[in-house]
């Protein structure tokens, strides 16, 4: 069974600079995540999604970040403009429906200069 | 603010002994209970997840609950230098969206 994916799995760009993230979850799950960690930190949970439809976003920082999952399947995570204090790795997980366990991407490591 | 608090380390055992890693949290409604192992420059991976107070055993790994305490740990018997890695805590809590909320993690080092 192949795992999450993700791309790309490493970013540098500048402070204001627009960068965008993409993740393909595992075949059949319902449920896809964005988690942000920072270094020496647990992953934070940015958003959730439940097929096509948003289930949380209350640490999403929506003046900058915004995610979206088209048909219910892959998704796409933007930063518009992008902080230093966005560099972090930008973790994709999904599930098969909430409340069962997670498994996560690989993650884009993004650095913001 | 729901929290999930863990001793950051580094924890630091030779081979062959238990490691004891271990995790508190805040939210009594808390529901499910996991254990990610995350290797340095990787994505966290599951070790063991658990529902119910008591112990569940998975090879040298055991995890123990108990909600009256709001406590969970790890156990890993016969540690290995392979088992060096953060391991990070995490809990859904109550609520209707099951948020899965980690906390900062453990450092094991396992000294040959």
């Known amino acids: 069974e192949a795992g999450v994916a993700q791309s790309p799995r490493y970013k540098i760009i500048e402070k204001r600079q627009s960068v965008a993230f993409w993740c393909n979850p595992i075949?059949?799950?319902?449920?896809l995540y964005w988690y942000q960690q920072i270094l020496g930190q647990g992953p934070k949970l940015l958003i959730q999604?439940?097929?096509?439809?948003?289930?949380?976003d209350s640490q999403l920082p929506k003046d900058r970040f915004s995610a979206e999952r088209l048909k219910g399947v892959d998704s796409t995570l933007k930063i518009q403009p992008a902080k230093l204090e966005d560099s972090a790795v930008y973790l994709c997980?999904?599930?098969?429906?909430?409340?069962?366990?997670?498994?996560f991407g690989p993650g884009t490591r993004l650095l913001v200069l | 603010q729901k929290e999930v608090e863990q001793n950051s380390g580094p924890l630091s055992v030779p081979e062959g002994a238990i490691a004891s890693l271990n995790c508190t949290y805040s939210?009594?409604?808390?529901?499910?209970f996991f254990w990610y192992r995350q290797y340095s420059g990787k994505s966290p991976e599951l070790i063991m997840f658990i529902y119910s107070n008591g112990d569940k055993e998975d090879g040298r790994f055991t995890a123990q609950l108990n909600k009256a305490s709001q406590y969970v740990s790890l156990l890993i018997r016969d540690s290995q230098p392979s088992d060096s890695a953060t391991y990070l805590c995490a809990v859904i809590s109550g609520g209707s969206n099951y948020k899965l909320t980690f906390g900062k993690g453990t450092l094991l080092t396992v000294n040959p």
């Open positions: 075949s059949g799950h319902a449920t």
């Open positions: 939210d009594r409604g808390s529901q499910s």
């Open positions: 999604f439940q097929n096509n439809g948003v289930v949380d």
């Open positions: 997980a999904s599930s098969l429906v909430v409340k069962e366990t997670q498994y």
